[in-house]
Structure formats: C-alpha cells, structure tokens
C-alpha cells in the first residue's frame, strides 16, 4: 500500500450513515410516501438540495421553495428540514477506527458538501470530531464537490500534500474529480469496505509507529459492544439466520457460554432501560446523563430500531434467559442446545 499521511472523509454514508426514508417513516409516512418526498427533496429539477449545500438561499428559503412546489408534502418536507438530526445514525465502529489512525500518526480532514445548520446537527456530538486536523464543507466556500475547487481550497487552507494523501466518499463522481485533482481516492460502497480499508491503513503503520494494545486491539477483534448490539437487534427483528450466526462467531472466538449469556441480557436490559426512560418522555440528551454514556450518540444508536420492539418483548426476553440459566446451572441441560434454540426463536 501507497504511504499516506493524511486521511480526508466525506460524512455522510462515510462516517455517519444516513436514513432519510426512514426517518420519513418515523415520521408518520408510509414507504411509498417517503420514497415519494425522498425523490422531490433529493433529486428536484430545480437542484434545490444542490443550493442547500451550496449555502447561496438560506434555510428558510429552501423549505418555502420545496413547500412552493411540492404543496400536498408542505409538512412532511418541513418537518424533514426542520429536524435533520434525525436523519443519520452514528457508525461507531468506524469512529473508533478514526481515533485510533489518529494515534497512529495520521492527519485527519473533514471534505464534505454540507449546509451550516444540517453539518452542526449531523456533528455536534459526534466523535470523530474530537480527531480532526481541519475540514473544509461546501457551505464554508459556496462551492460543492465535485468541483475541483473544493479539493484545492482544503489542500491549499492545511498545506497538504495531495500526493501523500487519501480520500474516501460515497460518490463516484467525488472520487473521479479527486483523482483528477491528484488525491487518491476510494469509493465507499459499504461500511464493511470503509472499515477493511481503515485497517489497511492502520497496518501500514504499525512498521511505523509503535502502537498500543488498545490500538492492535481494533484490529484483531470485533468490537464487542456492536457485535452484542448486532446479534440482539437481529433477535428482536426475527432475523434468526443472521443471529445464529452472530452467536456462533462468538462461541468460535472462545467466549463462554455463561459470559454469552451474561451480555445478551445485558444488552437487552440497557435497551429496556432506554425504551422505558424515552416513552416517559426522557429526552436523548437526559436518557444518557441518567445512563451516563460519555456520548448522546450512544442513546440515538440504541433506540434507532427500537420501533421492533416493546418493553413487554424485552421483558419476555430476559425471563427466558433466566430460565436457560437456570436450567444450564441446575438441570444440567445442554446450554448450547438452550441458547441456539433461544436465539433461533424456537421454544425448548
């Protein structure tokens, strides 16, 4: 791999990971209707969402205009302007990723095409901003990827060396014009290739750089937390196959039976604890200083599925935990038998 010193991200689908039907949906609108509204605010004839970034109208004036046009979505589309803070979900584990290339050694950029009041929302509390070097976002210039004028104002505000530097975005049209401006490039297809792509990097380092256990740890190791989160939420969505297999990675990877046991409950207790304090109508940011999470990002993560479920569900799921448990310890029942048949979503 080529030798880079700097690392230069888009934002959204990169390091955040964006839901505009959904959070339609959770707004009230069927899928056909938020597909519908997804389509007038995204793909307008008149490039109103192009404008938006380019930050030349201000926000109101956006809102009226797409209203203007589009008048039977009127509240739909202002309540879509209006809360941008629901439309993305945080990508932890490639935060984490981020932190620990910066402890490598590497230099970290924001280039991304952002209105002022949609990047505060999708940034305030994210921290992958705690590892930034420098950014540079359209509504700073008035000027959008993939112009190349972007690329060079970034690279002429920092003084980086474009040769030793690499960008990863969603688009291929933004890859294309990094290229051609001399930035390698990488076009993110999923969250799964952006995190090989990241360890690649972080590898590359260590001949560098000596590195912490901490830091060789996100190499070798699934972050434990998601892969818990990933299996539980696969359970609470009846996706049995998916979850299976999640619990077996974890049986492969030696962790005890016991201790399996001890963290799905875990999990599912704390998404208890956060169904139950948001329905008594808890905001994020006091659900995490109740719960102290170091992050409010923790609470959005947490309750982005919870529309699966129901505190009566996570209820039931904990008592058949217990029940397992209890034959495990004192029946002497097979409890891999118990628990793969749990997870399958097959009475025993």
């Known amino acids: 791999m080529k030798k880079y010193e700097n690392i230069i991200f888009d934002v959204g689908n990169v390091l955040l990971e964006y839901r505009p039907e959904r959070m339609l949906q959770d707004y009230g609108l069927n899928e056909n209707d938020a597909k519908r509204v997804c389509d007038e605010l995204f793909n307008d004839s008149d490039d109103l969402w192009h404008i938006f970034d ?65 990047f505060k929302k999708h940034t305030q509390y994210a921290d992958f901003m705690k590892d930034i070097d420098g950014l540079m976002v359209s509504y700073m210039i008035n000027i959008t990827k993939p112009d190349l004028r972007i690329y060079e104002a970034l690279c002429s505000k920092y003084s980086l060396d474009k040769s030793k530097s690499i960008f990863f975005d969603d688009r291929k049209e933004n890859i294309i014009a990094a290229r051609k401006f001399g930035i390698d490039a990488a076009e993110v297809i999923s969250k799964e290739f952006l995190l090989n792509e990241l360890d690649k990097l972080m590898l590359y380092k260590i001949n560098d750089k000596v590195i912490n ?56 207790r704390l998404l208890f604890q956060v169904k139950r304090l948001y329905n008594s109508g808890k905001s994020n940011d006091e659900i995490a200083k109740i719960l102290e999470f170091k992050s409010v990002y923790r609470v959005k993560y947490l309750l982005s599925d919870s529309y699966y479920y129901s505190e009566d569900t996570l209820i039931k799921y904990l008592s058949k935990l217990s029940n397992i448990d209890r034959d495990i310890k004192i029946n002497n029942i097979d409890g891999n038998i118990l628990l793969e048949l749990f997870i399958a979503g097959k009475d025993y």
């Open 213 to 268: 256990n901490s830091d060789i740890m996100l190499l070798t190791e699934e972050n434990t937390d998601n892969s818990v989160y990933d299996l539980v939420s696969a359970l609470l969505k009846n996706n049995n196959s998916k979850a299976i297999k999640l619990y077996k990675n974890f049986v492969m990877n030696g962790i005890d039976l016991n201790q399996i046991i001890a963290i799905i409950a875990s999990q599912i």
């Open 54 to 118: 380019l930050a030349t109208m201000t926000d109101e004036e956006i809102k009226n205009a797409y209203c203007k046009k589009h008048p039977n979505d009127a509240k739909a589309i202002s309540f879509f302007m209006e809360h941008g803070e629901y439309m993305h979900i945080a990508r932890a584990d490639v935060w984490e990723r981020v932190h620990a290339l910066k402890k490598c050694g590497y230099n970290i950029y924001l280039l991304s095409n952002y209105p002022e009041s949609l």
